[in-house]
Nanobody, 115 residues
């Protein structure tokens, strides 16, 4: 299984970025797909997830600003990030879980928001 992330970068506060993650080598039924982030010195935290029915779940800190979506036919998950804040700066990781509980991670993509 390989997860390839794209879309990170440097943006000013108030700007937008869109992260995408493409999963390949999938031979199982995908369950929840999601995005996590880890800032320096902090634990990895859930940003947003979306189940197989398309129901999203968001961390309180990003509600109303971020939108997660998935394409089940293409095994992709995306994160539209608007109104970015400096505190959103982190390495963002794509996560894919099988319906049996196995978890797979992307390599991470850096998002930096300048004030």
């Amino acid at each position: 299984v390989q997860l390839v992330e794209s879309g990170g970068g440097l943006v000013q506060a108030g700007g937008s970025l869109r992260l995408s993650c493409a999963a390949s080598g999938i031979s199982f039924r995908i369950g929840v797909m999601g995005w996590y982030r880890q800032a320096p010195g902090q634990q990895r935290e859930l940003v947003a997830s979306i189940n197989i029915y398309g129901s999203p779940n968001y961390a309180d800190s990003v509600k109303g600003r971020f939108t997660i979506s998935r394409d089940n036919g293409k095994n992709t998950v995306s994160l539209q990030m608007n109104s970015l804040k400096p505190e959103d700066t982190a390495v963002y990781y794509c996560n894919v879980a099988s319906v049996y509980g196995s978890n797979f991670w992307g390599q991470g993509t850096q998002v930096t928001v300048s004030s």
